[in-house]
């Protein structure tokens, strides 16, 4: 016995997400299976409007409703200080932390030679031309392998650009260490040791 | 700063799904949002197709293509025995198993009074329909609190019908017991107490 093609083709839609195996796809498609139809309907119009209503902002390259986007279109945000993320879900937890004001720049992922994607296939580049006024450059990539060189990749490129101020324009990688609420006693090595890096006098 | 509208909302039809949180919606939509336009509607075309091309069939009430469904329609089935599962999904597993070539009837559920789901919303009532020379009934609803109370709901309702043959039609349940590859040292105690109780000469 096989499944209806219809319910099979579903199946293959969801396995392709992330995170998402054989089994939960499974699920998850006979669950909508008893939605009625205008729950369908809904969520399919929704896909379809997902990237008609939607635009990289030109200047920072995060996800918007406008372009430029809320971020960069706000006079009220420090321009002097610019922040550098992997993706626009970092945008977002940053902005729940309250605790920065500057802009931002999105640059779509890492680089990560073993999924081919160089500094090319990012919006890298580009940070340079943004040095308009700004004092600060914070990179925010993941403390991950590829987060790390992405942060070692940027530094080198902008220091060797023409018309980088290297006297007036900072360039710092966000803080590591533990996160709050985290136990000593089961942290790991290498965040122990960036930790008593990163320590402060007190 | 809030994310645009058509990602929220896209981000809300993915949280109703089972098993997944605000933060995987939020992983799966920014997923998409890298997905090339066609790939989306091609998605969205499978999601209004799901039931557009899919039928419960008349007798059994499993997901089909057809109508009756390609199980009930098989002549080569054995007619005189009859499985009783929850969902369609319990089918597949049966099918995949390679050792049953009877009929089956699909629940769509269990007896469930804290969701209020009691037999009226289940296709239970009729599987007294379907006797026509069957000998033989397994229930193979799942081995929890809601399957078993289903199970013995179905005993009584059905030895209490007119015209249920008492001496010719065994109501059985599928056993229970050490799944294969367990090790006993790790089952737990119902699990045993059943696996004693269901012990076989041999």
Known sequence: MKLPRAVQNLIEKFE???GVGPKSAQRLV???????DHELEDFAQKLLLLKKNTFLCDICHNVSETNPCSVCDD???DENILCVVE????VLALERSNSYKGKYHVLHGSIA???????DQLFLHDISKRFNG?????????????????????????TQQKGFDVENIIISRIGH??????DIEYADGVTLSRALEGRRKI
């Open 134 to 158: 700004v004092k600060e450059l914070i990179i925010a990539t993941n403390p991950t392998m590829e987060g790390e060189a992405t942060a070692l990749y940027i530094t080198e490129y902008l």
């Open 30 to 36: 006979f669950y909508l299976l008893h939605n009625p």
């Open 16 to 18: 392709k997400l992330p």
């Open 113 to 119: 030679p073993l999924n081919n994607i160089g500094p």
């Open 177 to 182: 260490g533990l996160p709050i609420g985290a």
């Open 75 to 77: 006079p009220t945000r």
């Open 87 to 90: 993706h626009p879900l970092d």
